[in-house]
């Protein structure tokens, strides 16, 4: 099989004060390129740090990590950050957009870390594709919430991500603009033929993926194919 | 499965990643707002280098330029207290030199228009001096008829004070004089000296027939050469085997320049440590303005690492821009401290006696440009190395801090930081053991008021109020909350309170020496220059004017014959001993009594009161001071020469005496029954306590004893309290500098902790805590930090103007209480107004606006 992502025995523990808090315990498994996967759970099951810990956003205390077979674990927070510069998009539940910073500026922006010239007319392009070519000179304080979800998603793309994850993309928005933008979301999933990678509360949007793992304090209680 | 651990990363010139730099520019456009305090540190600390180092040059130019108007001639040669001898007169005459004189002496001046009278300083001018400068006066003045011997010229704050005009007539001694000229300025004089003694000049030809020069009288002759086609060398070679066989001493323009450069010294000292504590301070505003900065940048630096940012690329974004704002301060700093630099002449004429030419100068500007952009840069990079290590998992949960490295890097910046303010002080100083003394000082200051920040954290904590109301538990409680701001606005608070209590505790001790002297029954009133002749006289005025005579002391002049059975020639001619020159040849005015007064403590031997027989051995007291400096042993032998007749003494005993108090003290005192006969001359001490009553007695007696002068104690303490007022006035602008820059400070460190609230009082607020409960909090806990702080550096203020007036002016110390005790309550309501300002924004806006737009 062709793995995108593997995660080996992971385990992460935090520290509050004198005690110390196992989040994440023993979770293992794989994913196929191209492949898209929900990981749901109850507030506080670790969704959000196993899908920071996948993303290489933080280390495991134990365990391992490969992301298209770069092993995250042992590598710098530099050589991390370059894997995600040039393989991993992300969408957040708030944006995460740069405040100061045009709608056209900040889906440039994977590609000026990147280094990449003309990039220009692919942003332009993208930000069409969401349906927000006439707002590209607008800053993120005067877009509604979900064209600056759309700015975020074209953000993702821009620099063709290997595998994208996605931390409750609709979680702050309102059900009709959450539902637009959930198809917009695996719409171009799908064009671009992306490994997805979805956490969320919501369960009908997890079943939009073909496979949902379910965590329950701290460990995977169930790896389950979307029937 | 082969994994990878370790990328290839594309090597990236940070600096010339053109997103970077554009990045920087966006980002900074949309935060000038945010980075005000940053810039405004900086613009203060510039400013006040700029301004200080611009005006130092000017000075010293000045001083280079008109260092010849000062001296008003090529060479000045004093003869202390002798007139110079017929010798070196015909000398003078003999080479054909241009030359005029001076004779200075102290006397009285009494005014017929309006029967005032007053201490003046006689300057008796010879020839055409002065030869450089001009003698500034007022319109309708006549400096013709002076210089023709007819008439005298006064200095302005005596015309002033005597509501005198051109036309009216003085006294002086026996003569009456007309004045022709009101001086505003004669070469050398400053305002300040003229207004504790300002001159009456006479031409020298009318002196004698003032009768005021008679046997005691201190009159200090001098003789003023102009060089003419001869050189410097040339002059000083015809005269100075003559200079040498008569004692006189000279000074070249060369020499008057280093003199005035070392008068200057003290004001250059005192304008580099204002500058030193303005930079240290804007130094602090920087590093805490950053981190202000900083912590609000947090989630853009994760954005951006998430997005793939190195962490270097991260820090290049804000590290460009702090330079380019830096740089802009540092502009704007310099510009404001060359336009600064144009006020301070105004506020020091007074003290200096030379015109300040304001000019432009690089050198000021270059040295301020290297400063700024090192502070800003230096102070900035801690904070900022912090974004370097922000983890991208902040975007998921805001609560992730960055990782807190100890790396090589961060040291070496640590030890930057300590070697900036260090080097810096050592360069304004220009001396390495005075700037490491500041810096020394300041890291002192510093640690204490970090250690007195950490126990108020450790015994609020310790000692917390559990059953006190809910406002006051939650203001003490936010002293030792995680993110609390209490160590950095103790040292910030406490160093301006210091700062400030500092000066008025040293103004206090200066002010206080002279009232102390002069309080209780101690003496105020001091006649002197009293003749043998009109001794009783005098006694039976003073008794008819009811007042009470305290000590009549008759004073006889003396020098030293011998000493230890070695004459003077000897002595000098003998290198290796440490005895200075003019302790052996200087004049020695020595009394005779029976007992110690009460200024004077024996310390060893015996004080023999009196002898009886012409045959006994005479025993003196000496004064430790004097007794050390030649190196003495009671018992020793010391010959006087009393006016031709040689007296042998003996020490009989060494007194400590207390200088400072104004009344007559003297270095030798005789016996009873050896002196008596000798020639000498009187000084009356005594005390009057009203002001009209000193100087109704004052106008007879100048009346009806023109050469007798007085000195009125109460007239100094109003003099020196005006000096001081103007003095005050130069020490409150300069230190408006430091004061601003702490302001600027204080306002960064209440913010850094507004924002470290806001959530938190927003919460408060949204679950139903009142506006008033939120500024009583508020009022409370800044009101905590501010009477610490106030508290905590006046305190140390103590110890250090202590230090300061022991060793320093070496004064007695005089605590002002009262001033401690005004600069910490103002220090206290400073503190709370400044965070109620800062905290207002958050208190009158709705709790859904603010957790919409800041949280």
Same mark, same amino acid.
């Given at each position: 099989?062709?793995?995108?992502?593997?995660?080996?025995?992971?385990?992460?523990?935090? +520290?509050?004060?004198?005690?110390?808090?196992?989040?994440?315990?023993?979770?293992?498994?794989?994913?196929?390129?191209?492949?898209?996967?929900?990981?749901?759970?109850?507030?506080?099951?670790?969704?959000?740090?196993?899908?920071?810990?996948?993303?290489?956003?933080?280390?495991?205390?134990?365990?391992?990590?490969? !992301?298209?077979?770069?092993?995250?674990?042992?590598?710098?927070?530099?050589?991390? +950050?370059?894997?995600?510069?040039?393989?991993?998009?992300? &969408?957040?539940?708030?944006?995460?957009?740069?405040?100061? &910073?045009?709608?056209?500026?900040?889906?440039?922006?994977? !590609?000026?870390?990147?280094?990449?010239?003309?990039?220009?007319?692919?942003?332009?392009?993208?930000?069409?594709?969401?349906? !927000?070519?006439?707002? &590209?000179?607008?800053?993120?304080?005067?877009?509604?919430?979900?064209?600056?979800?759309?700015? +975020?998603?074209?953000?993702?793309?821009?620099?063709?991500?290997?595998?994208?994850?996605?931390?409750?993309?609709?979680?702050? !928005?309102?059900?009709?603009? +959450?539902?637009?933008?959930?198809?917009?979301?695996?719409?171009?999933?799908?064009?671009?033929?992306?490994?997805?990678?979805?956490?969320?509360?919501? &369960?009908?949007?997890?079943?939009?993926?073909?496979?949902?793992?379910?965590?329950?304090?701290?460990?995977?209680?169930?790896?389950?194919?979307?029937? | #499965?082969?994994?990878?651990?370790?990328?290839?990363?594309?090597?990236? /010139?940070?600096?010339?990643?053109?997103?970077?730099?554009?990045?920087?520019?966006?980002?900074?456009?949309?935060?000038?707002?945010?980075l005000?305090?940053f810039i405004s540190s900086i613009v203060i600390g510039i400013a006040a280098l700029v301004a200080?180092n611009a005006?130092?040059?000017?000075?010293?130019?000045?001083?280079?330029?008109?260092?010849?108007?000062?001296?008003? *001639?090529?060479?000045?040669?004093?003869?202390?207290?002798?007139?110079?001898?017929?010798?070196?007169?015909?000398?003078?005459?003999?080479?054909?030199?241009?030359?005029?004189?001076?004779?200075?002496?102290?006397? #009285?001046?009494?005014?017929?228009?309006?029967?005032?009278?007053?201490?003046?300083?006689?300057?008796?001018?010879?020839?055409?001096?002065?030869?450089? $400068? =001009?003698?500034?006066?007022?319109? $309708?003045? @006549?400096?013709?008829?002076?210089?023709?011997?007819?008439?005298?010229?006064?200095? =302005?704050?005596?015309?002033?004070?005597?509501?005198?005009?051109?036309?009216?007539?003085?006294?002086?001694?026996?003569?009456?004089?007309?004045?022709?000229?009101?001086?505003?300025?004669?070469?050398? /004089?400053?305002?300040?000296?003229?207004?504790? *003694?300002?001159?009456?000049?006479?031409?020298?030809?009318?002196?004698? =027939?003032?009768?005021?020069?008679?046997?005691?009288?201190?009159? @200090?002759?001098?003789?003023?050469?102009?060089?003419?086609?001869?050189?410097?060398?040339?002059?000083?070679?015809?005269?100075?085997?003559?200079?040498?066989?008569?004692?006189?001493?000279? @000074?070249?323009?060369?020499?008057?320049?280093?003199?005035?450069?070392?008068?200057?010294?003290?004001?250059?000292?005192?304008?580099?440590?204002?500058s030193?504590?303005a930079l240290?301070?804007g130094s602090?505003g920087v590093?805490?303005s950053?981190?202000?900065?900083?912590?609000?940048?947090?989630?853009?630096?994760?954005?951006?690492?998430?997005?793939?940012?190195?962490?270097?690329?991260?820090?290049?974004?804000?590290?460009?821009q702090v330079v380019l704002l830096g740089f802009i301060g540092t502009a704007i700093g310099i510009v404001h401290g060359i336009l600064i630099?144009?006020?301070?002449?105004?506020?020091?004429?007074?003290?200096?006696?030379?015109?300040?030419?304001?000019?432009?100068?690089w050198?000021p500007v270059a040295e301020g440009l290297l400063v700024g952009l090192i502070m800003s840069v230096l102070f900035a990079?801690?904070?900022?190395?912090?974004?370097?290590?922000?983890?991208?998992?902040?975007?998921?949960?805001?609560?992730?801090?960055?990782?807190?490295?100890?790396?090589?890097?961060?040291?070496?910046?640590?030890?930057?930081?300590?070697?900036f303010?260090?080097?810096f *002080?050592?360069?304004?100083?220009?001396?390495?053991?005075?700037?490491?003394?500041?810096?020394?000082?300041?890291?002192?200051?510093?640690?204490?008021?970090?250690?007195?920040?950490?126990?108020?954290?450790?015994?609020?904590?310790?000692?917390?109020?559990?059953?006190?109301?809910?406002?006051?538990?939650?203001?003490?409680?936010?002293?030792?909350?995680?993110?609390?701001?209490?160590?950095?606005?103790?040292?910030?608070?406490?160093?301006?309170?210091?700062?400030?209590? /500092?000066?008025?505790?040293?103004?206090?001790?200066?002010?206080?020496?002279?009232?102390? *002297?002069?309080?209780?029954?101690?003496?105020?009133?001091?006649?002197?220059?009293?003749?043998?002749?009109?001794? /009783?006289?005098?006694?039976?005025?003073?008794?008819?004017?009811?007042?009470?005579?305290?000590?009549?002391?008759?004073?006889?002049?003396?020098?030293?014959?011998?000493?230890?059975?070695?004459?003077?020639?000897?002595?000098?001619?003998?290198?290796?001993?440490?005895?200075?020159?003019?302790?052996?040849?200087?004049?020695?005015?020595?009394?005779?009594?029976?007992?110690?007064?009460?200024?004077?403590?024996?310390?060893?031997?015996?004080?023999?009161?009196?002898?009886?027989?012409?045959?006994?051995?005479?025993?003196?007291?000496?004064?430790?001071?004097?007794?050390?400096?030649?190196?003495?042993?009671?018992?020793?032998?010391?010959?006087?020469?009393?006016?031709?007749?040689?007296?042998?003494?003996?020490?009989?005993?060494?007194?400590?005496?207390?200088?400072?108090?104004?009344?007559?003290?003297?270095?030798?005192?005789?016996?009873?029954?050896?002196?008596?006969?000798?020639?000498?001359?009187?000084?009356?001490?005594?005390?009057?306590?009203?002001? =009209?009553?000193?100087?109704?007695?004052?106008?007879?007696?100048?009346?009806?004893?023109?050469?007798?002068?007085?000195?009125?104690?109460?007239?100094?303490?109003?003099?020196?309290?005006?000096?001081? @007022?103007?003095?005050?006035?130069?020490?409150?602008?300069?230190?408006?500098?430091?004061?601003?820059t702490?302001?600027?400070?204080?306002?960064?460190?209440?913010?850094?902790?507004?924002?470290?609230?806001?959530?938190?009082?927003?919460?408060?607020?949204?679950?139903?805590?009142?506006?008033?409960?939120?500024?009583? #909090?508020?009022?409370?806990?800044?009101?905590?930090?501010?009477?610490?702080?106030?508290?905590?550096?006046?305190?140390?203020?103590?110890?250090?103007?202590?230090?300061?007036?022991?060793?320093?002016?070496?004064?007695?110390?005089?605590?002002?209480?009262?001033?401690?005790?005004?600069?910490?309550?103002?220090?206290?309501?400073?503190?709370?107004?400044?965070?109620?300002?800062?905290?207002?924004?958050?208190?009158?806006?709705?709790?859904?606006?603010?957790?919409?737009?800041?949280?």
């Open positions: 099989m062709d793995y995108i992502l593997e995660v080996h025995h992971i385990t992460k523990k935090f +520290a509050t004060g004198s005690r110390e808090i196992t989040v994440l315990n023993d979770i293992s498994f794989k994913i196929t390129k191209g492949e898209g996967i929900s990981i749901v759970g109850p507030s506080g099951s670790g969704k959000t740090t196993l899908l920071g810990l996948c993303a290489g956003l933080d280390q495991p205390s134990a365990g391992s990590i490969s !992301l298209m077979d770069l092993q995250l674990n042992r590598m710098n927070e530099d050589d991390r +950050a370059y894997v995600r510069n040039q393989h991993v998009g992300f &969408i957040f539940q708030n944006f995460q957009l740069l405040p100061t &910073i045009t709608a056209f500026e900040n889906v440039t922006i994977p !590609l000026e870390i990147r280094g990449e010239k003309n990039i220009a007319n692919k942003a332009k392009d993208l930000l069409a594709r969401v349906g !927000l070519e006439d707002r &590209i000179t607008h800053y993120p304080s005067q877009l509604s919430g979900g064209e600056q979800q759309r700015v +975020a998603i074209a953000r993702a793309f821009i620099s063709n991500p290997k595998i994208l994850f996605a931390d409750e993309p609709t979680g702050n !928005l309102d059900e009709e603009t +959450a539902s637009t933008i959930t198809e917009l979301l695996f719409e171009m999933n799908r064009e671009e033929k992306t490994t997805l990678v979805l956490v969320t509360h919501n &369960i009908p949007l997890a079943r939009n993926t073909g496979r949902i793992l379910k965590l329950k304090q701290g460990k995977l209680e169930e790896d389950s194919l979307v029937s | #499965m082969d994994y990878i651990i370790k990328i290839k990363r594309k090597k990236i /010139n940070l600096l010339k990643d053109r997103w970077i730099w554009k990045l920087a520019f966006k980002d900074a456009r949309h935060n000038i707002g945010r005000f305090l200080i005006f130092n040059i000017n000075l010293q130019n000045d001083i280079d330029d008109q260092a010849k108007e000062l001296l008003g *001639a090529d060479l000045e040669i004093d003869a202390d207290n002798e007139e110079f001898t017929t010798e070196f007169i015909s000398l003078l005459d003999s080479n054909q030199l241009i030359y005029g004189g001076d004779a200075e002496f102290p006397s #009285m001046v009494y005014f017929p228009k309006n029967e005032g009278s007053r201490l003046i300083r006689v300057k008796a001018i010879e020839g055409n001096f002065p030869f450089y $400068g =001009e003698i500034m006066v007022w319109e $309708g003045s @006549d400096t013709e008829t002076f210089y023709g011997g007819e008439t005298v010229m006064i200095d =302005e704050n005596l015309a002033l004070q005597f509501d005198i005009q051109v036309g009216d007539s003085l006294r002086l001694g026996r003569a009456g004089f007309i004045i022709s000229a009101i001086v505003t300025q004669f070469p050398g /004089n400053t305002t300040i000296s003229t207004s504790f *003694a300002p001159s009456v000049y006479l031409p020298y030809p009318r002196l004698e =027939e003032t009768g005021l020069i008679q046997y005691g009288s201190r009159v @200090d002759y001098h003789k003023y050469i102009l060089f003419g086609d001869k050189s410097e060398e040339e002059v000083l070679a015809l005269l100075k085997p003559s200079m040498d066989k008569y004692d006189y001493r000279y @000074d070249t323009v060369e020499e008057e320049k280093e003199n005035l450069g070392e008068n200057f010294n003290n004001l250059y000292k005192f304008f580099n440590l204002l030193f504590v240290i301070l602090i590093a805490s950053v981190h202000i900065y900083i912590r609000e940048k947090r989630e853009v630096a994760a954005v951006l690492r998430c997005l793939g940012a190195s962490g270097w690329q991260v820090f290049y974004i804000f590290f460009l630099q144009y006020l301070l002449p105004y506020i020091v004429k007074d003290f200096i006696p030379i015109k300040v030419n304001i000019q432009f100068s050198i990079v801690l904070p900022l190395s912090n974004i370097r290590l922000i983890s991208p998992l902040a975007i998921l949960r805001s609560a992730i801090e960055p990782v807190k490295k100890i790396s090589k890097f961060r040291y070496f910046i640590l030890f930057c930081m300590l070697m303010p260090w080097l *002080a050592v360069s304004q100083t220009k001396s390495l053991i005075q700037g490491s003394l500041f810096f020394a000082g300041l890291l002192v200051t510093f640690c204490l008021l970090w250690l007195i920040g950490w126990l108020i954290i450790h015994f609020t904590r310790r000692f917390f109020p559990v059953r006190a109301r809910f406002v006051w538990r939650q203001s003490l409680a936010n002293l030792f909350r995680p993110n609390n701001q209490t160590i950095i606005l103790v040292v910030v608070i406490g160093l301006g309170s210091f700062l400030l209590a /500092n000066m008025a505790m040293i103004q206090n001790s200066l002010l206080g020496q002279v009232e102390f *002297a002069g309080s209780g029954e101690r003496p105020n009133t001091v006649l002197f220059d009293i003749q043998p002749y009109q001794k /009783n006289e005098l006694l039976e005025f003073v008794d008819e004017e009811n007042i009470e005579v305290q000590q009549f002391v008759p004073i006889v002049t003396t020098r030293l014959k011998s000493v230890k059975g070695r004459t003077i020639e000897e002595w000098q001619e003998d290198t290796t001993d440490h005895i200075p020159n003019w302790s052996l040849t200087r004049e020695y005015r020595v009394t005779y009594r029976d007992s110690l007064i009460d200024s004077e403590t024996l310390i060893t031997g015996e004080f023999i009161s009196s002898i009886s027989k012409t045959n006994d051995s005479v025993f003196i007291s000496i004064e430790q001071g004097m007794f050390d400096r030649m190196s003495l042993q009671v018992g020793d032998e010391i010959e006087f020469n009393v006016q031709g007749l040689p007296v042998t003494t003996y020490v009989g005993s060494v007194r400590k005496v207390d200088w400072q108090r104004i009344q007559t003290n003297f270095m030798v005192v005789f016996p009873t029954g050896i002196l008596e006969k000798a020639p000498q001359f009187y000084v009356l001490v005594s005390r009057i306590d009203q002001r =009209e009553k000193a100087a109704s007695f004052q106008k007879a007696l100048v009346k009806k004893f023109p050469n007798i002068s007085m000195i009125d104690l109460t007239l100094i303490l109003a003099t020196l309290d005006e000096i001081f @007022d103007k003095v005050k006035m130069v020490i409150q602008f300069m230190a408006l500098f430091s004061v601003l702490g302001l600027v400070v204080l306002s960064g460190a209440v913010v850094n902790s507004k924002y470290a609230r806001l959530k938190e009082n927003v919460l408060l607020r949204t679950i139903g805590a009142l506006k008033k409960q939120l500024v009583g #909090m508020t009022l409370i806990e800044y009101g905590y930090l501010g009477m610490f702080a106030g508290f905590t550096g006046s305190l140390l203020s103590i110890v250090t103007s202590w230090i300061l007036a022991k060793y320093f002016f070496e004064i007695e110390f005089f605590p002002d209480f009262i001033s401690l005790a005004i600069i910490w309550i103002l220090v206290s309501l400073l503190t709370i107004l400044v965070g109620w300002f800062n905290t207002r924004s958050i208190l009158n806006r709705s709790p859904l606006e603010v957790l919409r737009k800041e949280v």
